[in-house]
């Protein structure tokens, strides 16, 4: 089973930059067909798809929203995902969720599709990011 764990929230202004990490166990990265994604869910809000990388080849995928602001990226020495967000809004504002499927790579669906969290089972804590205006 895998097992994730979120760390790098925090509070900055809006234009700043913070980076996730999402620290794995369980799987090897690089060579099982494992998937991390990046969800957030803001106060009243229902939980989105941010970005999904695949890990036998190294896809990602993000949602509209966050494309060419955010980037997600593997280092497979520490199995771990990053996810690096830049030009950051106070519409970013939200707990972000690391998740990983064991079940194959990131889903042949929209990052934003409803159902894109269902595909994956292992969840991490999450972790506060504010942006303020």
């Known amino acids: 089973e895998v097992h994730v764990v979120e760390s790098g929230g925090g509070l900055v202004q809006a234009g700043g930059s913070l980076r996730l990490s999402c620290a794995a166990s369980?799987?090897?990265?690089?060579?099982?067909?494992?998937?991390i994604g990046w969800f957030r869910q803001a106060p009243g809000k229902e939980r989105e798809g941010v970005s999904c990388?695949?890990?036998?080849?190294?896809?990602?995928y993000y949602t509209n929203s966050v494309k060419g602001r955010f980037t997600i990226s593997s280092d497979g020495a520490k199995n771990s995902v990053s996810l690096e967000m830049n030009t950051l809004k106070p519409e970013d504002t939200a707990i972000y969720y690391c998740a990983a499927t064991a079940y194959g790579p990131c889903p042949a669906i929209a990052v934003s599709n409803r159902y894109y969290a269902d595909y994956f089972p292992s969840w991490g804590q999450g972790t506060q990011v504010t942006v303020s205006s």
């Open positions: 369980g799987y090897r990265f690089g060579f099982d067909d494992y998937a």
């Open positions: 990388i695949s890990a036998r080849d190294g896809s990602t």
